[in-house]
């Protein structure tokens, strides 16, 4: 088991080994082990939520090689419309902050199917390039006309891509700084990297969003920190890079994009706001992460509670996704609750999840199981999933598990 994961002594961020237990969320299979039978064995290691009480970042234990978590890979970004949208606006909006000239190199660490690099290239931006480690996706981007390299992002490969390419003017991380073991060697390949003029953004799922919504289904392996605007940028600023601005964004159920630079420039009005509610909301203190901690636990017990009265009833799952994962191990949901999984992404039909062993299936084929509830495992893409089935003629309940706390919705007629 050993050979399997790895726990860590000290901080991700600041190597304190004043390291502070928080949440246990037991033992618990990769999240994006899709499996192809139902037997199919899915090795588990333990996950463990930790808080540092020097830099005050959130973060997992468990370290599972990476090599392991995302050579191969099933998540798909383009597959939802509110990302492909959301994808356009934050373009436009990297392009008004970066006054970026049409021969600018705009580079994405981690970018997947090349959704969020598209946009660029249809305005006439031609100098951009991807970088994943997942073959299946890059392919699947480079069929597209999004060039992108297969490798995991590091200092070296920086290094050889300003010297053949030049320093980049706009650099993009979008769900992936909290994603990798090796912090700092990848926050040193963007500032070798970034032109002394250019800007950076990086995306990553709120530590206050994740707090007020209970989102405890965020925790999993592949995402080993749970950042807050402090803890982020005291690892940035090991770099000399100097947050300037940040906007909310729609995705994972609560983000925010910090964008900096190497140059000091003046903290915009909402960086300023955003960082008060920080400091009035004490997201960034161990006792506010205790507290989430024990309501955890109170909602394992009202997610039982919402499930009995269905016991036998035909419940269809919607959104075979990582978060789903944590959440259906953690409360101990499977078949006799859950018969089946929708999924948009094609990669995905006809495997079953990892621990659960939900087979995962179309939407019609769902549809077809003629469901007399849904629960939206992806509940922050919560309002298109219920207009497509309510399209579909379907009329029963839906249930959501998040945020806050469980909940049933009558489909609207």
């Not at 037991?26 to 333990?46: C, F, I, R």
């Not at 030049?166 to 963007?190: C, F, Q, W």
């Not at 003046?266 to 507290?291: F, G, Y």
């Amino acid at each position: 088991m050993r050979r399997f994961y790895a726990a860590i002594s000290q901080c991700r961020v600041c190597r304190s080994k004043n390291l502070t237990d928080i949440l246990f969320l037991g033992k618990q299979p990769m999240a994006n082990s899709l499996k192809d039978g139902a037997q199919a064995a899915a090795p588990k290691s333990p996950l463990t939520l930790a808080h540092c009480r020097d830099c005050r970042l959130v973060q997992i234990r468990e370290t599972i090689k990476k090599e392991t978590l995302f050579s191969n890979y099933v998540w798909v970004s383009g597959t939802s419309p509110t990302t492909r949208r959301y994808a356009d606006e934050l373009a436009q909006k990297i392009l008004q902050i970066a006054e970026l000239k049409p021969a600018g190199f705009v580079v994405e660490i981690a970018s997947n199917d090349g959704t969020f690099l598209r946009p660029f290239i249809k305005m006439g931006y031609r100098n951009v390039l991807g970088i994943d480690p997942a073959a299946n996706i890059a392919a699947m981007a480079n069929k597209e006309g999004v060039q992108t390299l297969t490798a995991f992002w590091n200092k070296k490969l920086a290094r050889d891509l300003a010297q053949k390419r030049g320093k980049a003017h706009v650099i993009i991380a979008r769900n992936v700084i909290a994603h990798v073991s090796e912090l700092h060697d990848v926050i040193a390949g963007i500032e070798e990297l970034l032109s002394d003029a250019g800007i950076g953004a990086i995306e990553f799922h709120y530590a206050a969003d994740i707090l007020e919504g209970l989102q405890y289904d965020s925790m999993y392996h592949e995402h080993l920190c749970y950042f807050s605007i402090r803890s982020l940028s005291r690892l940035l600023a090991q770099y000399r890079l100097i947050p300037f601005h940040a906007d909310l964004s729609p995705i994972s159920g609560g983000a925010i994009v910090l964008y900096f630079s190497k140059a000091a420039r003046r903290l915009t009005p909402a960086l300023r706001d955003l960082l008060a509610q920080e400091r009035r909301k004490n997201i960034n203190s161990l006792s506010r992460w205790k507290k989430f901690a024990a309501d955890c636990l109170r909602h394992r017990t009202l997610s039982a509670q919402m499930l009995s009265p269905l016991r036998g009833k035909a419940v269809v799952g919607f959104g075979a996704s990582a978060r789903s994962s944590t959440y259906l191990n953690f409360c101990g949901i499977g078949r006799r609750h859950i018969q089946a999984v929708i999924d948009n992404n094609p990669i995905k039909h006809g495997k079953f999840t990892p621990g659960s062993c939900l087979p995962i299936v179309s939407f019609r084929a769902g549809m077809r199981m003629h469901p007399g509830a849904i629960f939206i495992f992806a509940w922050n893409f919560k309002e298109e999933i219920m207009k497509r089935c309510r399209q579909a003629g379907y009329r029963g309940k839906f249930l959501t598990a998040f945020p806050n706390k469980p909940s049933i919705t009558e489909a609207l007629k």
